[in-house]
């Protein structure tokens, strides 16, 4: 296996693609048609969540199989289902909450960790541990930009990843404030799309998602996505 990213190389990877597509697969002969439609989107990134049983499965199968790829595991709630993800390949891991011992297996064993955050007590608990880049879930839920703003304002040492809620007419405002590393979201890959294998569905949102993420156009206007 080659070597797995620094948290910095991670963290680089994220700024440069902006847009993280947020994946739920139940069949992991999905798995590759799929990656390849983000890809040909220009999308070379997915976070593949953990809440479908064969979910390490298909992470497998991309990172073997398209390690262009820059693929991380979701939705990782103990520090069991964080080991199965390394070992599947997964170059980051994503929890929707801060999980103390999800945190505290990954940086036992350097693998980058970005806990969700909805609170400052949470900022703080995970700011006690050193780390500074936080998803923030659920982001149009919680409040929004407007929140996001307020909770980053006494924390200036943090950015996010603002995730929940998120698709192709609100990305760009999230993109636009500076504390924002990049933004999840299902919106170009919904789980439906992927188990009915409308690939060239998923590869065109894909490529909206990056040419509103290049800052091309602000919204896919008129275009339903
Ligand atoms: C997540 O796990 O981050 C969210 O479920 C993705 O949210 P969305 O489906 O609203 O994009």
């Not at 609170?119 to 780390?131: S, Y």
């Not at 304002?153 to 950015?159: F, G, L, R």
């Not at 894909?206 to 040419?211: D, F």
């Amino acid at each position: 296996m080659t070597a797995f990213p620094s948290f910095g190389d991670v963290l680089a990877r994220l700024r440069a693609v902006r847009i993280v597509p947020v994946i739920t697969i139940d069949d992991p002969e999905d798995a590759i048609p799929l990656a390849r439609a983000l890809m040909d989107g220009g999308l070379a990134c997915a976070e593949i969540t953990f809440r479908t049983p064969r979910a390490p499965e298909a992470l497998r199968r991309i990172t073997a199989e398209v390690p262009e790829m820059f693929v991380g595991a979701g939705t990782v709630l103990t520090a069991e289902q964080a080991k199965r993800a390394r070992d599947a390949g997964a170059q980051f891991i994503v929890a929707p909450g801060f999980g103390p011992r999800v945190v505290e297996h990954c940086l036992e064993h350097d693998i980058p960790v970005f806990p969700g955050i909805a609170t400052p007590t949470e900022v703080e608990a995970a700011l006690e541990r050193g780390l500074t880049t936080l998803k923030f879930f659920p982001a149009e839920q919680t409040g929004g930009l407007d929140y996001l703003k307020a909770i980053a304002a006494p924390y200036v040492d943090v950015s996010f990843m603002p995730t929940g809620g998120i698709n192709a007419e609100n990305v760009a405002k999230y993109l636009a404030f500076k504390r924002v590393v990049a933004c999840g979201g299902s919106w170009m890959a919904p789980a439906d799309w992927i188990a009915e294998r409308q690939f060239a569905r998923i590869r065109d949102a894909a490529l909206r998602a990056t040419e509103i993420a290049r800052g091309g156009i602000a919204v896919a206007a008129g275009v339903a996505v």
